[in-house]
C-alpha cells in the first residue's frame, strides 16, 4: 500500500492520491492510524501552528494554508498507513516555505525502512548553483561518472523532481530546497518514488556525451561499501572540529566548529549549552593568535550547522570596538507551549535568552513580542585589530549564517566563499510539541530576527569575494586556497 502511495504521491502535482488514503471497504491494520486519530493529529497540527508559529502565514495566506489543510482532511476517509499520514504532516509543515517550521516524521520512516533491511537509491550529488552533478560513482563500469549533469531522474526533469520534492521539504528559498536535497537524496528519492528496485537517471558527462542509466537499488551498507571502494578524492576536512593553526605569511586560520557543545563537551548531563569547553577553546585561539602576530585571520564557517549566540559571540566580541546587537529586529511568539518551555529559564536577565524569558512570561498567550536586544561589550582581552576573512557555502547553516551576516553588516570581515543557501533574516529559534496520536515531533520558530543591516530579503548570505565551490574529484581545498592567494595579494 505504501508503495502505491508513494508512486502517485505527485502524480498530479498534488502530495497525496485520495486511492491511498481512502478506499470503499477501509481495513483495519495493524500499521495504521484511524480515521479519527489521523484526523485529530492534522487538526491539532494545524491549530497549534497557528497559536505557536511566530508568524504562519509569512509565505502563504490564511486562506490559502486553511484551503490546503482542508483539502487533506477530505482525503482522509478511514485508516491511514502511518508512512502516508506522515508525509501529510509533511506536507502540512512544507507548505509555509520556512525552513525552521519542520517535522521528520517521514524520515524516520525512510531510517526504518534501511535498518530493516529495505534497499535505497545510491545516488549521490551536488549542485552547483541549479545544476545537478554526480559527485560519486554508482555501481560498476564507467557509466555516470562523477561531474556528470543529471537531466531527469525516474522520468522526472531535475525541475520537475524539485517541485514535487518542495512539497514535502520546508525550505525558504528554491537554494536551500536544492541544499536539502543534496544533503538527503537517498531519502527524498525513496519519498518521492518509493522503495522501487531501480530508478532511470539520465545524464550528461564532464565531455558532453548523453547516456542513460538504470540505477540499481541497494541495502545501505552496500551503498557505503561501493563508495568506499571507489572513493574520491575530497579535501581532509572535517567542519565539526575545532581548529586553530599559524598558516604562516602572517595569516592565521580559526575553525570553530559548531556553535554548541559537542557530544564530548557535553558530559554526563548532555547539556547542549556547556559553553565552558569552547570558552576555554576560543581564549586559547586568540591567545595563540596574538602570540602569531598575524595580519590576517581567516574564520572558516564552511558546512557548519549553526548553534547559538553566545557561542559565536566569543568570537566576535573579540573583534569589534564598539557594543553591538545580534540583529536589528528581533520579536517572539508568546505561544503557550513556548511560554511553557520557557517558564522555568535562571540565567543572567539582562542576556538575550534573559530577556527573552521575561518577555515571555509578561505577554499573553499568543501576542508577538519584540525583544530589546542587549549590547554584547567587546572583549579586550587579546582582541584582534587586523584584517578579518570569513568563508562560507551553501552549507553554512543558521547561526553560521547569521554570523557571517552580522560581521559582513557590522564591516569587520570580508566575506568569501559562495552564497549560503539559508538566510540572515530568518524565522528561527526554534521550539517544538509533539501529536497525540502519531507521537510526530513538531518543530516551529518561536522568532523572527532581520538582520543588523535591516536587510528583509529572502536571501542567503553573498559574498563580497565570490570563489567556486572545490571541483568534484579534488583533493585540494580549492576556495581556502583561493582565499589565501586573495589575502596575501591585497597587502
Not at 66 to 84: F, K, N, S, W
Not at 128 to 139: A, E, K, S, Y
Not at 327 to 340: D, I, L, M, Q
Amino acid at each position: 500500500m505504501q508503495n502505491r502511495f508513494i508512486r502517485n504521491l505527485f502524480a498530479s502535482f498534488c502530495l497525496l492520491s485520495a486511492s491511498a488514503v481512502a478506499a470503499q471497504e477501509p481495513p483495519l491494520c495493524d500499521t495504521c492510524y484511524t480515521e479519527e486519530e489521523a484526523r485529530e493529529d492534522l487538526t491539532t497540527l494545524y491549530d497549534r501552528l497557528q497559536r505557536e508559529h511566530v508568524d504562519l502565514f509569512a509565505r502563504r495566506s490564511e486562506a490559502e494554508y486553511a484551503a490546503h489543510v482542508q483539502t487533506l482532511l477530505e482525503r482522509i476517509d478511514g485508516p491511514v498507513e502511518r508512512a502516508d499520514f506522515h508525509l501529510m504532516l509533511h506536507a502540512v509543515m512544507a507548505f509555509g516555505n520556512v525552513g525552521h517550521a519542520k517535522t521528520e516524521a517521514a524520515m524516520a520512516d525512510v531510517f526504518a525502512h534501511v535498518g530493516a533491511g529495505g534497499t535505497i537509491i545510491p545516488l549521490s550529488i551536488t549542485y552547483r548553483d541549479d545544476v545537478m552533478l554526480t559527485d560519486n560513482w554508482v555501481g560498476e563500469g564507467d557509466a555516470l561518472p562523477p561531474g556528470s549533469q543529471i537531466t531527469a531522474l525516474g522520468g522526472l526533469s531535475v525541475p520537475e523532481f524539485e517541485d514535487r520534492a518542495k512539497q514535502i521539504i520546508s525550505a525558504d528559498s528554491a537554494r536551500l530546497l536544492r541544499s536539502q536535497i543534496e544533503l538527503g537524496l537517498q531519502a527524498w528519492l525513496y519519498l518521492v518514488f518509493g522503495p522501487v528496485d531501480s530508478l532511470q537517471v539520465d545524464y550528461v558527462t564532464p565531455d558532453g556525451r548523453s547516456g542513460v542509466q538504470q540505477v540499481e537499488a541497494t541495502g545501505l551498507n552496500e551503498m557505503y561499501a561501493m563508495q568506499a571502494e571507489r572513493a574520491l578524492p575530497r579535501p581532509d576536512r572535517r567542519p565539526s572540529a575545532r581548529i586553530h593553526r599559524d598558516l604562516g605569511h602572517g595569516i592565521y586560520y580559526l575553525q570553530p566548529g559548531h556553535f554548541f557543545a559537542s557530544e564530548a563537551e557535553r558530559g554526563e548531563d548532555g547539556e547542549a549549552y556547556a559553553i565552558e569547553p569552547f570558552r576555554a577553546f576560543v581564549e586559547e585561539a586568540f591567545a595563540s593568535l596574538a602570540a602569531s602576530g598575524a595580519s590576517d585571520l581567516v574564520i572558516d564557517l564552511r558546512d557548519n550547522s549553526g548553534g547559538d549566540a553566545s557561542f559565536s559571540d566569543l568570537i566576535i566580541a573579540r573583534l569589534v570596538n564598539e557594543p553591538y546587537r545580534y540583529a536589528s529586529h528581533y520579536e517572539v511568539r508568546a505561544g503557550a507551549n513556548t511560554k511553557a518551555a520557557w517558564a522555568d529559564w535562571e540565567g543572567d536577565p539582562e542576556s538575550m535568552a534573559g530577556r527573552i524569558a521575561a518577555a515571555l512570561a509578561l505577554a499573553e498567550e499568543g501576542e508577538r513580542v519584540v525583544i530589546d536586544l542587549p549590547e554584547t561589550q567587546p572583549i579586550l582581552e587579546n582582541a584582534f585589530r587586523g584584517r578579518v576573512w570569513v568563508l562560507v557555502n551553501q552549507h553554512s547553516y543558521s547561526n553560521a549564517a547569521v554570523v557571517a551576516a552580522l560581521m559582513q553588516d557590522l564591516d569587520i570581515a570580508t566575506i568569501m566563499g559562495e552564497e549560503t543557501s539559508d538566510v540572515p533574516t530568518t524565522y528561527g529559534a526554534v521550539e517544538s510539541f509533539t501529536l497525540p496520536h502519531s507521537g510526530a515531533s513538531i518543530v516551529y520558530p518561536k522568532a523572527y530576527m532581520v538582520r543588523p543591516s535591516g536587510d528583509r530579503s529572502t536571501r542567503g548570505v553573498v559574498p563580497d569575494f565570490v570563489i567556486a565551490p572545490n571541483g568534484i574529484g579534488s583533493a585540494e581545498d580549492v576556495m581556502l586556497e583561493t582565499a589565501l592567494v586573495q589575502i596575501r595579494s591585497s597587502r
